[in-house]
């Protein structure tokens, strides 16, 4: 009888730490994935903002033209501010190198620059 007793009260403290865990928990996750959602809209106004940049003309390809200069500036400040992994980060460069094709050869080496490959391949060490 006081096994029983005291099975039933360690299956309801198991419970009550479980049902406290999953409360606090979504709280935690919706505002990360807000956070995440939030930045992932915002590259892919800067990928909009560099395909348009590319329709411009340009007079020197290696170069590029004003436009494309700041769209790609602003995507990188913000591919590398933004709370998401490192695949994600990566293919999110390729969607703007795919933008850029044969517009800007210095702005397509910097996005290749900044690629995360190392971080992807080894894993991200952290302090």
């Known amino acids: 009888m ?3 007793v005291v099975v039933l009260v360690c299956a309801a403290l198991c419970l ?6 999953t409360k606090t928990q979504p709280k935690h996750e919706a505002k ?3 956070s995440t959602t939030k930045a992932l809209a915002r590259l892919q106004a800067d990928i909009a903002a560099m395909r348009s940049a590319a329709r ?3 007079k020197d390809r290696l170069q590029g033209n004003h436009a494309i200069n700041v769209a790609t500036d602003r995507f990188l400040n913000d591919v590398a501010l933004a709370p998401i992994g490192n695949l994600k ?3 999110m460069i390729d969607h703007a190198m795919g933008t850029l094709s044969g517009s800007c ?3 397509f080496q910097a996005l290749e620059a ?10 991200e060490k952290r302090c």
């Open 2 to 4: 006081v096994r029983a």
């Open 16 to 21: 009550a730490a479980c049902g406290s865990a």
């Open 32 to 34: 990360v994935c807000h």
């Open 56 to 58: 411009t003309p340009t």
């Open 89 to 91: 980060r990566n293919r």
């Open 105 to 107: 050869e210095q702005c």
């Open 114 to 123: 900044a690629r995360p490959v190392v971080n992807i391949r080894l894993g």
